[in-house]
């Protein structure tokens, strides 16, 4: 028996109260989000989805339709899913393994000989075929990093103690004009206009004890250089820091981050690091450091901001790799962690059964993966290149690799190529695509992105949490409309399907689930007016608080305010208090508490989050005040204070 009870009606806002006999009372609000598909909506002058920035695989690109399986394989990765190519490591490497391509030029010692070098690279630059340029375009749009201890000799080793301790001792080139010199010469004559790197960091994941040295920073200034002076569509850029958690002990770890700027003087094309959640399992659910969704919302702000604060620009981003681990716990390795989970709900032994076991591991990277790449979106002004770290295959070096596209049949069997859940990444995106517009959610647990494209409406929506919601999405009246699904059983393995939607006013969304809606309206839907996210930032960076603080942002125009959201970093130990207090303009503000809350406390060292606010548009002056402090009175820092004001053009 049970009673349901409605109250509260209104436009904004739905209650709905069940009383059900033994279990007690439950309360669940609709969260409505509003989606205006004739306001387009740009960030940073930005409104254009480039599905190259963002739907890669971990590939080069190079000769890819001839490592495809067959033409079958190739059209639907390619014609179908619309992949494109990410990442190439190894760029210098490749020609001094060779032995006779870079040798020592005997009239400059400590230099290559350059002349033999493109007498040698040049013969071997990589032809596309016509379709492949055809569906790719004028350039593979890949970035490149360089591998480790890939200099010759002849060019010194440049290294510290702590960087030649273990088994991989670690070293970069002492002389670094000559280096510098050799990378511009393998990129320009060892590729083609077609799969030279759009984009390139001279040391993939340096040692962390060389992040603030000065050597590190002057051969990346080398490279720009001796880069720009051979060719102009090759952008050089660095640290590629192998992790995203600037957050760290309350924004320590940003503070390497920092130091490699200022020590370039904030002169490279743009600026990199690695993101990855590192999760454990544990009361039977992955905990750990999370960094995708809103703790990575704040870094995107943060390093932007610190670059305008000091040298007067936004900076931009590349992100080379992105993902998610499961890191094992109690001495248990990713694959035997999910062999206890597998063990524990779906017993049993086998080659399928080895595939539905791996694909809890790869639902986690898959999840961690949508995660990121919606947040990306909302940074198109910074972020230029976003790579998942999804590699089409490992059969070459390890056949049971987790982050690939496809393994072997029985891990052997090479002619025959199994596909792998990781694939779900590039299904449920598929078809997204056009210009980015006006949608409105208040709750920060629910990512949501929509995008016109012709007669068609998409609405993105992702669930950082664990709790099932109900959700209204409104928006003008459709012919048909379908919905996509994706996220994880109750056996943490994976789940894809689409199902029509009769209305989009009552739509469930699981715990962690990620929804992509499709309406159809049988005519284009043309743009009627545009907004322009415009990012203001606070007058400081990583600032510690033990009071009130103030931060002051400017915004240009005030005039012509539509809605403003007012986005602020934060980190504290683990355990703190999660709630903060803000006063704008001398007005205290509702700050949501995102439900997830938990699971970005690591239970370790830290809680990281970027609190999303609604200010009314009234509200925002050229001159504003923004007082922070945490509810519990206790220390925490704030990463960064930004606004970002929509001003209708």
Not at 341 to 362: C, N, T, V
Not at 477 to 501: H, Q, V, W
């Amino acid at each position: 028996m049970a009673r349901c009870q409605q109250q509260n009606r209104s436009l904004q806002s739905t209650i709905v109260l069940f009383l059900v006999l033994g279990y007690g009372f439950c309360a669940q609000a609709i969260i409505n989000i509003e989606v205006d598909p004739r306001c387009t909506r740009s960030i940073g002058g930005i409104s254009e989805l480039d599905r190259k920035t963002y739907f890669a695989i971990c590939d080069s690109g190079t000769d890819f339709d001839k490592r495809c399986k067959d033409d079958e394989m190739y059209e639907y990765l390619v014609g179908e899913l619309g992949v494109n190519f990410g990442r190439r490591l190894g760029v210098v490497n490749g020609p001094v393994k060779r032995g006779n391509v870079v040798v020592e030029d005997p009239n400059h010692p400590g230099y290559a000989d350059l002349d033999l070098l493109k007498n040698k690279l040049s013969k071997k630059q990589f032809k596309a075929s016509g379709r492949f340029r055809i569906d790719m375009g004028e350039n593979l749009d890949v970035a490149a990093h360089g591998q480790h201890n890939a200099y010759p000799a002849f060019m010194g080793k440049f290294t510290n103690e702590q960087a030649i301790k273990g088994d991989r001792a670690e070293y970069i080139p002492k002389n670094i004009d000559a280096a510098a010199e050799l990378a511009a010469a393998v990129l320009l004559y060892g590729y083609s206009d077609f799969d030279r790197p759009a984009y390139y960091e001279p040391i993939n994941e340096p040692h962390w004890s060389l992040y603030g040295d000065q050597h590190l920073a002057d051969w990346h200034l080398s490279v720009v250089a001796a880069v720009h002076a051979q060719m102009r569509n090759v952008k050089v850029g660095g640290l590629c820091m192998p992790i995203a958690y600037m957050y760290r002990d309350r924004y320590r770890v940003f503070g390497s981050f920092k130091k490699f700027i200022d020590n370039t003087g904030c002169r490279l094309d743009f600026y990199s690091f690695h993101v990855y959640d590192y999760v454990y399992w544990k009361d039977d659910d992955f905990h750990g450091r999370v960094t995708s969704g809103l703790p990575l919302e704040g870094v995107l702000d943060l390093v932007p901001n610190y670059t305008h604060n000091a040298y007067g620009k936004e900076v931009e981003l590349v992100v080379s790799e992105h993902g998610g681990y499961v890191t094992g716990n109690k001495g248990l390795s990713a694959d035997e962690t999910a062999e206890t989970i597998a063990k524990q709900h779906f017993p049993g032994s086998g080659f399928e059964w080895e595939l539905k076991k791996r694909s809890i591991l790869e639902q986690v990277h898959v999840s961690t993966i949508v995660a990121n790449t919606l947040t990306f979106m909302d940074h198109p002004h910074t972020v230029k290149k976003a790579v998942p770290f999804i590699l089409l295959n490992s059969f070459g070096w390890d056949p049971e690799y987790y982050a690939v596209l496809y393994v072997p049949d029985q891990f052997k069997n090479k002619k025959k190529w199994i596909p792998t859940q990781q694939v779900n990444f590039y299904r449920f995106f598929k078809g997204l695509k056009g210009r980015r517009v006006k949608a409105i959610c208040s709750d920060p647990d629910i990512q949501t992105r929509a995008f016109v494209d012709g007669d068609k409406l998409y609405v993105v929506l992702n669930n950082l949490s664990g709790k099932r919601e109900t959700l209204s999405v409104n928006m003008p009246a459709a012919k048909t409309k379908s919905i996509r699904r994706m996220g994880r059983n109750g056996d943490f393995t994976p789940y894809l399907r689409e199902e029509l939607l009769a209305s989009a006013r009552n739509i469930e969304i699981g715990g962690h689930e990620a929804i992509l809606l499709a309406a159809d309206y049988r005519k284009p839907i043309l743009a009627a007016r545009t907004v322009d996210e415009t990012p203001c930032y606070g007058n400081k960076v990583n600032v510690a608080l033990d009071d009130w603080t103030v931060f002051d942002v400017a915004v240009p125009d005030v005039s012509n305010v539509e809605y403003a959201v007012l986005r602020i970093g934060v980190s504290r130990a683990a355990g703190s208090d999660k709630r903060i207090n803000v006063k704008f303009n001398g007005r205290q503000l509702d700050v949501p508490l995102e439900t997830c809350h938990n699971r970005l406390d690591d239970g370790e060292r830290d809680y990281a989050s970027c609190k999303m606010i609604q200010v009314d548009a009234k509200m925002v002056r050229m001159k504003n005040t923004v007082a922070i402090s945490f509810a519990d009175g206790e220390p925490g820092s704030v990463g960064s204070v930004v606004l970002r004001a929509a001003i209708r053009k």
